[in-house]
């Protein structure tokens, strides 16, 4: 993921079908998924360093077995 802030990025969590996988506090931010097949969502929660929060867009993708 690519994530940026003017005050500085604290952490970035990783979230897949509601449940929280990883959470990171530098760079690279890379999250690599291990899935079954199936209909899955991600997205990402990130806070600054200012404790702001925010959530990027959650994306829905397939998996093919």
Do not use: C, M
Not at 4 to 12: L, R, T, W
Not at 26 to 50: E, Q
């Amino acid at each position: 993921a690519v994530v940026e802030d003017q005050v500085g990025v604290e952490s970035v969590q990783w979230w897949v079908n509601g449940k929280r996988v990883l959470t990171q506090n530098s760079p690279p931010f890379v999250y690599r998924l291990t899935a079954t097949g199936g209909n899955h969502s991600a997205y990402l929660k990130v806070r600054d360093s200012a404790g702001n929060e925010t959530l990027s867009e959650e994306i829905n993708f397939q998996v093919k077995p």
